[in-house]
């Protein structure tokens, strides 16, 4: 069955400091893997996603997403965070391509708090 | 770029009445959409697949009557709420595959919050 597990619910961390969040999924196939940004009452924006190619993925904002067949996780990083960071984030698995592609598993969500 | 735009952004009605929600691909077609609702302070799910020309495909759980879903043309998807109640309060989101690309992308619109009195 497909599924996406972020375990951490909610994080709090200091402007500046570096922040990991975390994401494991399941799936039957190679998945095509997302992270995505909600603000309050907004929509989603993609920050980055990985379909093939280079496992460590370069996303807008200064993120990065890395990879991990083995572990079956792809954890969003960013080296400093910025007070701006603070929203909800979602991790997003689905298929590469095909009659299913667009169909999204997600995550429940990791909200990020950004202390000043 | 490509951009899937959706309508109305926000929406308050009475219990009893219908609502349709609107989600549109502005510069490429799209032979399917899905659409996602998201309750407070959760993820979001998916609740239907919109497809160009024939039924939608509803998950486990929705229900076809009350979700009704027309897929008329191959930029515009309607998602009607129909004799909304107040349960149905929600973030009801879509979102649009672009297949013209080998590397394919993913679109999505900027949300509708449905408030139901």
């Known amino acids: 069955a497909q599924s996406v597990t972020q375990p951490d619910i909610h994080i709090t961390v200091s402007e500046g400091a570096s922040l990991e969040l975390r994401c494991n999924y399941s799936y039957g196939a190679t998945p095509y893997l997302f992270w995505y940004v909600q603000s309050p009452g907004q929509g989603l924006q993609l920050l980055l996603k990985y379909f093939s190619g280079d496992t460590l993925v370069q996303g807008i904002k200064g993120f990065e997403a890395e990879f991990k067949r083995s572990q079956s996780s792809f954890n969003l990083r960013k080296p400093s965070v910025h007070w701006s960071d603070a929203a909800e984030y979602f991790c997003?698995?689905?298929?590469?391509?095909?009659?299913?592609?667009?169909?999204?598993?997600f995550g429940r969500g990791t909200q990020l708090t950004v202390w000043p | 770029g490509a951009v899937v735009s959706q309508h109305p952004s926000r929406v308050i009605c009475k219990s009893g009445t219908s609502v349709k929600i609107e989600c549109r691909s502005l510069d490429f077609q799209a032979t399917t959409m899905f659409w996602y609702r998201q309750f407070p302070k959760q993820s979001l799910m998916l609740m239907a697949t919109?497809?160009?020309?024939?039924?939608?495909?509803?998950e486990q759980g929705v229900e076809k009557d009350k979700f009704l879903i027309n897929h008329a043309s191959l930029t515009l998807s309607t998602l009607t709420v129909t004799s909304a109640h107040p349960e149905d309060s929600s973030f009801y989101i879509c979102?649009?595959?672009?297949?013209?690309?080998?590397?394919?992308?993913?679109?999505f619109g900027s949300g509708t919050q449905l408030s139901v009195l």
């Open positions: 919109s497809n160009e020309g024939s039924k939608a495909t509803y």
């Open positions: 997003a698995v689905g298929a590469r391509r095909g009659s299913t592609l667009g169909r999204l598993y």
């Open positions: 979102s649009a595959p672009d297949n013209r690309a080998t590397n394919e992308k993913l679109f």
